[in-house]
């Protein structure tokens, strides 16, 4: 038997142009390191570094280019004013100079089962997961780490099947 191929689809989260420049200040809000991804023109998430809790990083990006957000520790979804993704919007301008728009990075409310599988993916060793006297689904979830790639497949197919 065949191989079955998924079908092809149009990444729809990507960087379009960089016409209309835009200025953003990302606040990390969290009680820990926020990495900041920027998705490039073909859609693969780009590194722009760590953000220290309760500090700032200044930038100018455009009104097309999507930003999102994982804790640094474990690559845990973050939001950016209450978003997965963000997308810049138009600054005001003052005296000549734009104004930086504020954008607060912060934990989402995970439910409990997925802040308890979190909490053992830090306190338990990867390959003492099969010992523990839980049930398989359980294990099966603690061995799903987050994945910002996949994660961001599984965005596109979504909204490809929206579109």
Known sequence: MAARELPSFEIVLRSLNSDVPTYVTFV?????????????????????GDIKPRTRMRMKTYRSHPWVFRASENGAKLLANMKEIYFPELNDIQDGYP????????????????Y??????KLV???????????QSLKKDLKEFP?????????????????
Not at 28 to 48: E, H, I, K, M
Not at 105 to 113: D, K, M
């Open 28 to 48: 990390n809000q969290c009680g820990y390191d926020a990495r900041a991804w920027w998705l490039n023109f073909t859609g693969n998430p780009v590194s722009y």
């Open 99 to 114: 104004v930086y728009l504020e954008v607060k990075i912060t934990s989402p409310v995970y439910s409990l089962q997925d």
């Open 116 to 121: 308890c599988i979190m909490l053992v993916q």
């Open 125 to 135: 060793k990867k390959k003492d997961f099969d010992k523990l006297d839980i049930p």
């Open 147 to 163: 994945n910002l790639q996949k994660e961001l497949r599984d965005l596109n197919r979504v909204l490809h099947a929206i579109n």
